[in-house]
């Protein structure tokens, strides 16, 4: 049985970027504590870049004990969705978690598996995009993440995953193609349903008054995931929901 989602609520913003950042640490220490070199999956928006800023702070503090806790070199980077955009475009999610975080780490270059980018290998083939990605998640590794987080949209979506599209349905590949995104740019790759919940960790992570209705109907045990995406990934050991007190306003 899936383990019921546990919930942490945070006064602000910078409170719940802190502490996500110091648990993916600690989470991070453990793994390579067994000899195991972790996988985590990363997401775009503004909590995400605050939770990357709050990682990149803590392994830069001067404290003996934060300096060198993680082995960097020796973690696997992944992206739950990405704008199908040029490489240096601003929109891409992995530039955006390069300038907060992995470019301030000294992280392995070949361990950041980014998604395509429109003006690269596949130029503006989005679909094999998506399928070269798919090739590499599943090629790569325990085919398991350790931690996959995901932020939510006010219309409850996660990754490239909207409400009524039809890869909501997609449940035999990793990575889809996005032609129709609502929210700008239209074209994104997306990991699917069954590529998320390859997780033994799910972390939610939203802020902001605007996605408390998300929220509280993602947690509806009868919600429809065609409706309310966000609903279905969970992770195998544990699903952990980390909110500031406007999203978990209407809880
Ligand atoms: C994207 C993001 C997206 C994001 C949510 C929440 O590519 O657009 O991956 O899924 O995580 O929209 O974004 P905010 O934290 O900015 O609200």
Redesign the pocket.
């Known amino acids: 049985m899936t383990p019921t989602p546990e919930i942490t609520t945070h006064e602000s913003e910078d409170e719940l970027a802190e502490a996500v950042a110091a648990r993916l640490v600690l989470r991070l220490v453990e793994i390579q504590g067994t000899g195991r070199v972790p996988s985590v999956v990363l997401?775009?928006?503004?909590?995400?870049?605050r939770i990357h800023r709050a990682v990149a702070a803590f392994s830069a503090s001067p404290s003996a004990s934060a300096q060198g806790a993680v082995g960097w070199s020796q973690v696997d980077f992944w992206f739950?969705?990405?704008?199908f955009v040029p490489a240096d475009h601003e929109d891409r999610?992995a530039g955006q978690a390069a300038r907060a975080m992995l470019d301030r780490l000294p992280v392995d270059p070949e361990r950041v598996h980014e998604m395509p980018a429109s003006d690269g290998e596949y130029g503006d083939d989005l679909g094999a995009a998506a399928d070269a990605y798919a090739q590499e998640v599943r090629t790569h590794g325990s085919g398991e993440f350790d931690v996959v987080m995901?932020?939510?949209?006010?219309d409850g979506?996660?990754?490239?995953l909207f409400p009524g599209l039809p890869h909501l349905g997609v449940e035999d590949t990793v990575a889809v193609a996005v032609r129709d995104s609502p929210?700008p740019p239209p074209e994104?790759v997306s990991l699917t349903f069954p590529a998320l919940e390859r997780a033994r960790e799910v972390w939610f992570?939203?802020?902001?008054a605007?996605?408390a209705g998300a929220v509280r109907r993602a947690l509806d045990p009868g919600a429809d995931v065609h409706e309310i995406p966000a609903s279905r990934p969970k992770g195998r050991d544990r699903t952990l929901w980390f909110l500031d007190e406007q999203a978990a306003q209407e809880l």
């Open positions: 997401t775009g928006g503004s909590i995400a870049d739950g969705d990405e704008r999610n995901l932020g939510v949209g006010p979506h996660v990754a490239s929210k994104r992570v939203v802020a902001g605007d996605k």
